[in-house]
Structures are given as structure tokens and as C-alpha cells.
């Protein structure tokens, strides 16, 4: 009977092999429908395409090889986009999905060609704790299969918030993921900043999940092995920079004091003892700006934008922005677009703003185009791209 419910269910629906076959899930993604007509901005002209829209809180945006997409919906969907079509996918990992945790980040791997794996990061919750995690999978049909969990942040914690999460692949065959505050200060649960927990770190470990020799605390009583860089507060940006390597992240600062960091093995980069920003309660200073032993930002914003998602445009339809930092930007509804000159901020442009919502996430799509992600219960999927 089993045999025969199977059949019947590949009749019906032959493009879902994982749980909860649903054909309803699978509709037309689509809608190349133009949303801003034309742009003139510094250094491109350009116009935004809707390419695909009904998405519920996408968080992150990758592409596979063959140029399908994988979409994360933070309710707990990993959508697969297969040009008109997209399907949720199944067995995909349980997740913690409560105020900003669920299904975040999904990346595929650099090698993926040669090992099929896809990496993806959320929160997950046991007994009335939780934290983030990053897994790792293969995907089979229109399922994921061989789930790997490589890492969970320590220790697990009540709060609800500030999970990190984005994940990004050196060069050097390994993976960093970062790990969020969870809304810690000095004297609460957790002490930070201090690498003896990965609450407010980037971790560091191989793409099989064990420790590199090379971590900056490995043999020392200091930190955790697995600690590349501490003293975060909630970092939902990191790209390395396509012709350096140098790994950037940004972070939200706690009411006021986003911060652009170039993060380095073994430093601290100062949350909680110092912020540019201050308390949201009663707006008094967190600490001082900078102190001994502490890496400054490379740039802060004063009010917070919000930011989230962030990469290097390395595409070649809108030339201008070759090798620019663009970061989206939640609560300013807008795409920040950073000029470096190596490690300084040389120019900064504001592209967008109130025209798409909450910007999650940006990315570079192997087309060129330049893509970005809003939050919303409706959310979309835009490409930017260019227009005479
Ligand atoms: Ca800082």
C-alpha cells in the first residue's frame, strides 16, 4: 500500500520527493516584472526587475552552478528556483523560527561542483534555550539529503535575537560563520567580549566541520578553538573581497553605531565595552569609542540603518560598480553602496531608499545582474541591471 501511495504521489506531484509534498508550493516564480524603470545614479544607470516574488521573510539568496537558486524563507523554507518553478525543498533541518531566528543564511560551497555540498545556517532551539548552527547538505531531487551539523554556537541561550549567522568561504578551504551577541553584555550570561564562549564571534573551522591548526586559540586557555574573531555584536554582513581575500563583516550596533569591520584572527573588536552607538532605553553611552586591545571599525553609521546582507559587486553589466561594497540596509530601506581604497572608505552612495522595503540581502548573480532581497510576508527577489 505504501508502494502504491508512493506512485500515486509521484504521479500527482512528481517534482517533490522530500515531506510535506504540496503541489501548491510549487508556482510560477517568474514575474520579470520592472519595478523602477531607470536610475541614474554616480557611476550606473540602471533599472529593477521583480524576478521572483512570494517569498515569506527571505533571508539569503545563492545560485548553484547549473544557475538555479536556492532562497531562504526564515519561517523554515529552502526554496529551490529552477527557472519558472519553485519548490520548497524537503528535509530540510528543523528550526528555532521565533522573532529574528529561523532559516538565515544558505551559501554554496566553492567546490561544489566537486563535492555537492550546500551550507546553511539558522537557529535551533532545545528545552527553552537556543542558538545558531550551521549544517551542511546535498541535494537530491527536490530534497536535501546527507545533513551534516557542523557547528552550534555555545552555549545555547533564552534569547530570541541576534543569531548572526552569514556565512562565507575563504580561499583557504575553510568556512566562517558569525555568531550574533544574543543580546549579551558584559555581566550577563555570558561575559563578553571574551573568546571562551562563540556568543559574539566569527568561527572558523573546515568545510568537514573539524578545527583548523591555524585558529588563532588553538593550544591556548584564552579562547575556543574554533574562535577567529570576537567581540561582535550582531554581524548579518560578510563577503571576502575578490581580489584581497580580506574578510569584511558589518554588524548592528546597539542604537546607533553599525560598524564596517576587516576582521583578523585573534581580535577583538570591542562589543560590549565600546560602540559608537548607545543604549536604546535611556540612550547613555555603552562605553567609551575605542580602548587599548581593541580594532576600530573601519566606518560606523550614526543613526543605525540596520544593515544586513552585504558583497562585493564583481559582475560586468554595470562596470562603474566593479569590485564597490554594497550592503542593504533594513530600517533605511536602501542599498548602501562603499568605495575602498584598500582598507579605507573613500566614498559612500545611497541608492533606493523607500523604493523595495527592508533590504535583507545582496548578492552578485553569476549573470552579472546585481541582485538584492526583501524582507516582508511578500517578499521579492530584484535584479539590478543596466538600462541606456
Ligand atoms: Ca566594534
Redesign the pocket.
Known amino acids: 500500500m505504501r508502494t502504491l501511495i508512493g506512485i500515486l504521489s509521484l504521479v500527482l506531484c512528481a517534482c517533490t520527493l522530500g515531506d510535506d509534498p504540496d503541489p501548491s508550493e510549487n508556482s510560477s516564480a517568474t514575474d520579470d516584472e520592472v519595478v523602477v524603470e531607470r536610475v541614474e545614479s554616480e557611476e550606473a544607470t540602471f533599472r529593477v526587475v521583480k524576478t521572483v516574488g512570494g517569498l515569506e521573510h527571505p533571508w539569503a539568496v545563492d545560485w548553484l552552478p547549473d544557475g538555479r537558486m536556492l532562497i531562504t524563507e526564515r519561517p523554515g523554507d529552502l526554496i529551490l528556483v529552477d527557472g519558472d518553478e519553485k519548490t520548497s525543498l524537503g528535509n530540510v533541518p528543523e528550526v528555532w523560527a521565533k522573532n529574528q531566528g529561523g532559516l538565515l543564511d544558505v551559501r554554496v560551497s566553492p567546490d561544489y561542483e566537486q563535492t555537492g555540498w550546500i551550507y546553511v545556517s539558522y537557529s535551533k532551539k532545545e528545552g527553552d534555550k537556543g542558538g545558531t548552527v550551521l549544517s551542511r547538505a546535498k541535494l537530491e531531487g527536490t530534497s536535501l539529503t546527507n545533513v551534516q551539523e557542523l557547528y552550534r554556537q555555545t552555549p545555547f541561550l533564552t534569547p530570541d535575537y541576534h543569531f548572526g549567522s552569514r556565512i562565507a568561504f575563504p580561499d583557504d578551504e575553510t568556512v566562517l560563520v558569525t555568531m550574533g551577541e544574543r543580546g549579551q553584555r558584559r555581566e550577563q550570561t555570558v561575559d563578553i567580549p571574551t573568546p571562551t564562549t562563540s556568543v559574539g564571534t566569527t568561527v572558523r573551522i573546515n568545510r568537514d566541520g573539524s578545527v583548523p591548526e591555524d585558529n588563532p586559540f588553538v593550544g591556548s586557555d584564552e579562547g575556543l578553538d574554533v574562535v577567529y574573531s570576537y ?1 561582535h555584536r550582531n554581524q548579518q554582513g560578510m563577503t571576502i573581497h575578490p581580489q584581497t581575500g580580506a574578510v569584511w563583516q558589518h554588524e548592528h550596533g546597539p542604537h546607533g553605531g553599525d ?1 564596517l569591520n576587516l576582521i583578523q584572527a585573534r581580535n577583538n ?3 560590549s565595552e565600546v ?1 559608537y552607538g548607545d543604549t536604546y532605553t535611556d540612550q547613555t553611552p555603552i562605553g567609551g569609542t575605542t580602548g587599548p586591545g581593541i580594532t576600530d ?1 573601519v566606518t560606523y553609521w550614526d543613526p543605525s540603518p540596520a544593515l544586513s546582507g552585504m558583497d562585493f559587486y564583481t559582475g560586468n553589466q554595470l562596470s562603474g560598480w566593479k569590485n564597490d561594497l554594497f550592503m542593504g540596509a533594513l530600517a533605511h530601506t536602501k542599498l548602501i553602496r562603499v568605495e575602498l581604497d584598500g582598507q579605507d572608505v573613500t566614498h559612500q552612495e545611497e541608492l533606493l531608499e523607500g523604493e523595495l522595503g527592508r533590504i535583507r540581502d545582496v548578492s552578485t548573480g553569476p549573470d552579472g545582474g546585481l541582485y538584492v532581497l526583501t524582507d516582508a510576508t511578500d517578499g521579492g527577489l530584484y535584479r539590478l541591471e543596466p538600462v541606456e
Open positions: 567581540g560598524e573588536y570591542g562589543w560602540s571599525p
